[in-house]
T-cell receptor, first 114, second 114 residues
Framework: DTGVSQDPRHKITKRGQNVTFRCDPI?????LYWYRQTLGQGPEFLTY????????KSRLLSDRFSAERPKGSFSTLEIQRTEQGDSAMYLC????????????FGPGTRLTVT | AQSVTQLDSHVSVSEGTPVLLRCNYS??????LFWYVQHPNKGLQLLLK??????LVKGINGFEAEFKKSETSFHLTKPSAHMSDAAEYFC????????????FGQGTTLQVKP
């Protein structure tokens, strides 16, 4: 399967703990995106990379959130000092720079903060 | 600011009858517009994309959408619903040509009755 993969699929953590998620994009894609989706809502943009460079960050991405894509391949999203409001599905997507034909999404990582 | 509004949070149709999911957008320029589908416990799947080449866009699984600039609409249609079409549908806009981020609508739940 050559789609976007994410690991882990589920994560349960206690408030105050740090968590890290991984995304492996489609290998030919230069761009990688992170979104967050809460129950009953559409996904919200967090940040995106073109190769290693982080080109844009949403105001939703507080100082507790950090994302990296060190070699322009996989990416990690870390949340420090998790809060209950961080509970959500974290989605990763990838695309060509042209955006054609579109962004391809992974299955997501569901985070539950207790 | 760019945004999309999905006019119905829930649509219910009988199998074999037409589907209409409504979406209006706001944009200060000619945007790229998408429809994505999300089946329960599955990742987001791109249905179709409009990029100004043709106002009527055909997608996968028999879906199509028509871009109407005068009405700022991008409604999704299918002539005959199938049980497998039951899912959450998102209308999505790319807010600017120099960014990769997508802005999602709130979603429309499509129920298909036998």
């Amino acid at each position: 399967d050559t789609g976007v993969s994410q690991d882990p699929r589920h994560k349960i953590t206690k408030r105050g703990q740090n968590v890290t998620f991984r995304c492996d994009p489609i290998s030919e894609h230069n761009r990688l995106y992170w979104y967050r989706q809460t129950l009953g809502q559409g996904p919200e943009f967090l940040t995106y990379f073109q190769n290693e460079a982080q080109l844009e960050k949403s105001r939703l991405l507080s100082d507790r959130f950090s994302a990296e894509r060190p070699k322009g391949s996989f990416s990690t999203l870390e949340i420090q000092r998790t809060e209950q409001g961080d509970s959500a599905m974290y989605l990763c997507a990838s695309s060509f720079v042209s955006g054609i034909p579109g962004q391809y999404f992974g299955p997501g990582t569901r985070l539950t903060v207790t | 600011a760019q945004s999309v509004t999905q006019l119905d949070s829930h649509v219910s149709v009988s199998e074999g009858t037409p589907v209409l999911l409504r979406c209006n957008y706001s944009s200060s320029y000619s945007p790229s517009l998408f429809w994505y589908v999300q089946h329960p416990n599955k990742g987001l799947q791109l249905l179709l994309k409009y990029t100004s080449a043709a106002t009527l866009v055909k997608g996968i699984n028999g879906f199509e959408a028509e871009f109407k600039k005068s009405e700022t609409s991008f409604h999704l249609t299918k002539p005959s619903a199938h049980m497998s079409d039951a899912a959450e549908y998102f209308c999505v806009v790319n807010p600017a040509s120099n960014t990769g981020k997508l802005i999602f609508g709130q979603g429309t739940t499509l129920q298909v009755k036998p």
